[in-house]
Structures are given as C-alpha cells and as structure tokens.
C-alpha cells in the first residue's frame, strides 16, 4: 500500500476511518478472503456482459473513463466510470452477432435479458449518458426496486457526471440470482451533490489535518431501509481486528443477531400498536442509551407507514 492524498469515487459514502487508514497506508488486519476476491471477479463479470451487448449493437461506447475533480480547497476525487454511451442501437444485430458467439447457456440467458431491458427503455436509443454496472443478489435487488438507489453508488455516479460535465447517468442493478435488470438515474444538477460534498468536505477535513476519524458503530439505525441492523462498514471492514476485536465477519454477525433481532421486533410490536411486554420495555430502555432520538425516528416511521413483522422482516 502507498499513501495517497485522493479519494476514490467508489469510496464516497464509506466508513471514514477505514478510508483515513488506506490513505495513509495502514495495512489492513482482515484482507479480502478468497471468496470475497470471487465475487469482484463476478461483479467484473456482470459488467463486461454489459458492454459486450453494447458493443455488439454497434452503440458508441467508452469504458473505464477516467475522470478527475475537486472543489478548491478540498481533496481530489478521480475514479472510472463503467461505460458511457451514445446513440441509436440495433438490438436485433446485437443478439444475432452475441448467438454466433456460441456462448454458454447462462451468458445467452443474460444476453437476452439485457438487450430486453434495453430495447423496452430506450426504443428511441440512448442520449448521452453514464451507465454504472452494479451486480447484486436477488435480495439487494428487491430492496433497490423498493427503496431506490444506494446513497453510495447515487454519488459516486454523480462524481462522473459532475467531473466531465454530463447531464445524466444510469445506475444499471444487475441481479445474479434471476438476471433482472433496474436502471436507476441520476441527474447534474442534482440534490446528490449535497451529500457528495459533505462527504469530500469531511474526509478532507481529517486527512489534510492528521486525524484520525471516530470507529463506526457497531449497530446503527439504518434509515435507508427504516430497522436496526448491525453496521455493514464495521461488518466488511478490512481493519475489523484491529479496530473492533472481532476476529472476521462471522463472529460479529453472531455477536449482534439476537440484540437487532428484538430490537426490530420491539419496534414492530410499538409501530402496530400493541402493548408492550417487560422484554419490549427493557429493548426500549437498551435502544434509547445508543439512539437518545428514537421517539422523533418512531413519529417519523408511524408517519410513513412503515410496519415491521414480528420475524424482524419489513413491509
């Protein structure tokens, strides 16, 4: 590792520490495993399927662009963009040309999805746009389809927008499990830019002054999905060992399944009106130590509609 003072597109919305830490080059304590190396390689592999349709149709395409921006004063932000393209496609060549291929079974199954997916949106073609390939599992999938984009992938798309000037790009999910497409746009001018400036404004703020950011918690309210859950940036930390003790993923998963799993079930049992039991009272007690603003988070929910099941799920 080798210290650098830029941020990468694809960190923005990550955990602060361990971004402070690679900038500074601090070894990781828990380096991907091999199966976590696999499923990059298959996420690559999702996006390359993607582009080879795109380059089979004879669409103007650019992959891997590289681009470059920052706000004065604060850190440089580059990163690449997965393809941008232009123009008007001729799906039906696109899958003739994919079908001579003589491609195995699962990519023809892809193929096809994408070019109907395509071609059903866009019957006019494509305008000028960014488009960010993010593979996922089918339960991630259901969760973008219903609550929208994540904050993180919102803003690093946003970066390629605003660092050349684009007035559009498209988060393209690609589900591995059942090879569903969602296309998810983002726009320049955009409220997205709030969020992505505050974060380059804050990891500027630690790195250009030397200090160290705060460890995440471990149990966080996640406001995107509206339950408790325990902090994916604690859980995919590559310091996990040496910031938090936890010897890999696994045994802080264990550590706080059955807490969240009442947690969320005392929030449910409140959101639906029901009365509440001595363990209910004794969560509510626990949650308000960690998160003194849980009424104002319930009025808000109650507010919304949201409901929670009794086996923790969500409605």
């Known amino acids: 590792m080798n210290p650098r003072a830029n941020i990468w597109a694809s960190e923005i919305g990550g955990a602060m520490i361990d971004r402070y830490l690679k900038m500074t080059a601090v070894k990781p304590s828990n380096p991907f495993s091999a199966r976590s190396l696999r499923k990059f390689e298959a996420g690559n592999l999702a996006e390359w399927i993607v582009g080879m349709v ?9 992959a891997q662009r590289w681009s470059s921006f920052h706000y004065p004063g604060l850190l440089n932000v580059t990163g690449k963009a ?8 001729d799906w039906e060549k696109s899958k003739a ?12 199954r892809a193929t096809d999805a994408i070019i109907d997916h395509f ?34 992938h919102r803003c690093q798309i946003f970066h390629y927008l605003k660092a050349d000037d684009l007035p559009e790009g498209h988060i393209v999910y690609f589900s591995k499990d059942d090879l569903r497409l969602l296309e998810i746009g983002v726009t ?4 997205v830019e ?32 509206g339950r408790f859950s ?28 059955p807490q969240i799993a009442r947690w969320n079930r005392t929030l449910g049992r409140i959101l639906a009106g029901a009365n509440m039991t001595d363990l209910n009272k004794q969560s509510i007690e626990e949650i308000k130590k960690d998160f003194p603003n849980f009424d104002e988070t319930v009025e808000n929910l109650k507010a919304k509609g949201v409901k929670i099941e009794e086996n923790g799920g969500e409605e």
Do not use: W
């Open 82 to 89: 997965d393809y941008l393209v232009e123009g008007k496609p």
């Open 119 to 152: 071609a059903k949106n866009h019957p006019n073609g494509l305008k000028k746009v960014v488009l960010e390939v993010k593979s996922c599992s089918g339960m991630m999938f259901d969760k973008y389809q219903t609550l929208g984009a994540d904050p993180r």
């Open 54 to 62: 795109l380059k089979r149709a004879a669409i103007a395409y650019e």
């Open 194 to 225: 709030s969020l992505y400036k505050d974060d380059i404004e804050a990891i500027s703020h630690y790195y250009t002054r030397g200090i160290t950011p705060d460890k995440e918690k471990e149990v966080i309210f996640d406001e995107f999905a």
């Open 188 to 191: 320049n001018p955009s409220p």
């Open 97 to 108: 040309e994919v079908d001579a291929l003589g491609l195995p079974e699962f990519f023809g």
């Open 230 to 257: 325990a902090n994916f940036k604690v859980g995919y930390s590559t310091y996990l060992t040496m910031l938090y003790n936890y010897k890999d993923q696994a045994e802080f998963d264990a550590t706080y399944k």
